[in-house]
């Protein structure tokens, strides 16, 4: 797998943009130079990310979201590192 990210990534297996092996690799996401953990949805040209609101929920059991605008910066997390026995 390239380490290059798509323009548009999200974690709803619904969505035409979810990508089930480049989300368990690890996607970090610093927006405006913030680190963010909750992020639901990016998009890299528009400008955009998608972020949970709150603990409400929609008619359809999905958290309600918001759009915030800013500079998107996706990063792969680094592969944890496997502690070899000593033996």
């Not at 797998?1 to 969505?15: A, F, G, Y």
């Amino acid at each position: 797998m390239s380490d290059e990210l798509p323009d548009r990534l999200c974690t709803d297996p619904k969505s035409p943009y979810f990508n089930e092996a480049l989300l368990a690799r690890g996607v970090g996401i610093r927006f405006n130079g913030a680190e963010k953990t909750n992020v639901e949805e990016y998009c890299i040209s528009e400008g955009w990310i998608r972020v949970a609101a709150g603990r409400s929920l929609d008619r359809h059991g999905n958290p309600m979201t918001i759009r915030l605008k800013g500079t998107v910066e996706p990063y792969l997390k680094p592969a944890p590192q496997a502690d070899t026995p000593p033996g």
